[in-house]
Every structure is written in C-alpha cells, then in structure tokens.
C-alpha cells in the first residue's frame, strides 16, 4: 500500500460546479498535512496547510479525519484557473519528511 | 524576494553520461531538499540537507547519485551514469528551518530526458 494514495482523475466539471478530493494516508502518526497546487510543467506550489480543526480559504475548504486517516479538499464554484494538479502531501514523523501523492488532475471547463 | 532558482531548465543527455544540475535557494533558508518527480507521480524526496549537512539521503541511489551544498547555499545534484529511467523532473525547494509545519518553496525544475 502506497504511504499516501490520491484518486488520479481526471475530474472533468463544469465553471462554477463543486468538486471535493481525497487523499489517504497510511501511517497513523503523520503529524501535519499541505494541498500543494502543481500546473502543467510547473513546480508544486502550497495552496493550504491542513489543520485538525478544518480550514477555508476562501472558495477552497480543506478536512482532515485522523479516525478514517484521509485529507479532503473542497473547492467551490469551480474556476477555469483552478485546473491544476492537486497533490496532497503529509509529513511523517516516523520518517521525519514530506511524502507526497501522485495528485489528482482537475480540468474545469466552460 | 527572490525564490528558488535552478539550472539548466532542460537536458538532454544519452543513456552512461553524466549530468548535474544546480539549484539556489531562497535567502536565509537552512533547510534544501532535492526531489525527483517522474510524469504521472508525485515529487520524491532524494536528499534533504540542513546547512551543510545531510539528514536523509535514504532515497539517493548511492551508487549513481551524489549532491553536496558545500557552503550550506548552493547545492549540486550529480547522476554518473544516468540510466534511461532517471528521466524526471529534478525538483529543488528550501524552507527557513525544519518542522513539521516549515512551508518549502519549490525551485521551476531541470527537466531530465535520458535516451
């Protein structure tokens, strides 16, 4: 099983529509948890930290559920700008790094 | 503020060459890291250093891969010799300290093709 699993899309949606992702984890005592945002042949940019009690950045809403050891994000009333690849990341204490998925494709359309 | 910078951006090299890359980063920041990101995957951390100093070089294929941040700034990233699949992005990012919560900003990538 892979440390951390991300469904790869593509999420085709609609302007304005809601989207949410998943991600999972595997090791229980990973400590803290990033949305990075990553555009075609771009580097990885941090679109939000994922704190235990829920966040909201504006149209964005991210989740953490340490019992079911999964991360969510929400986006709403989807943007053409906001196609992207989203990758989740968590830090491992045991391994004491950041552990990546392999992202999850979002392409809005008109 | 300036952010992190790599080079080159692309190389194309045969299959037993060797390559380097280089990367600067932020200013102030202590902590670098070197990622490999293959298409379709997410980045892969290779080799962290703190200043100078390693500490985790778990996932650096030894045998083909070195890096060194001598004067804890800059640091290289070398392949001797590359194998066809270690055609990836080489990801550069830094972070002011080490923590769980230390954001890292990501360098633009050397796109690595080996044919």
């Known amino acids: 099983r892979k440390e951390v699993e991300q469904d790869p899309g593509p999420f085709n949606v609609p302007e304005g529509a809601t989207v949410a992702f998943n991600c999972t984890y595997s090791?229980?005592?990973?400590?803290?948890f990033f949305w990075y945002r990553q555009d075609c042949r771009k580097e990885p940019k941090l679109l939000m930290s994922?704190?235990?009690s829920g966040n909201e950045d504006g149209r964005f809403t991210a989740q953490l559920n340490r019992a079911s050891q999964y991360i969510s994000l929400l986006i709403r009333d989807s943007k053409l700008s906001d196609s992207a690849t989203y990758l989740c990341?968590?830090?491992?204490?045991?391994?004491?790094?950041?552990?990546f998925g392999a992202g999850t494709r979002l392409a809005v359309h008109p | 503020e300036a952010g992190v910078a790599q080079s080159p951006r692309y190389k194309i090299i045969e299959k037993r060459q060797s390559v380097a890359f280089w990367c600067n980063p932020i200013s102030g920041h202590a902590t670098l890291y070197w990622y490999q990101q293959i298409l379709g995957q997410g980045p892969k951390l290779l080799i962290q250093?703190?200043?100078?100093?390693?500490?985790?070089d778990s996932q650096l294929p030894k045998d083909r891969f070195s890096a060194e941040r001598l004067k804890g700034v800059d640091s290289t990233l070398k392949i001797q010799p590359a194998k066809l699949e270690d055609s990836a992005v080489y990801l550069c990012?830094?972070?002011?300290?080490?923590?769980?919560?230390?954001?890292?900003?990501f360098g633009p990538g050397t796109r690595l093709l080996v044919l």
């Open positions: 990012a830094s972070s002011l300290l080490r923590g769980t919560q230390e954001t890292q900003y």
């Open positions: 090791n229980s005592a990973s400590q803290s």
């Open positions: 250093f703190q200043n100078n100093g390693v500490v985790d």
């Open positions: 990341a968590v830090f491992s204490g045991g391994y004491n790094k950041l552990i």
């Open positions: 994922v704190y235990s």
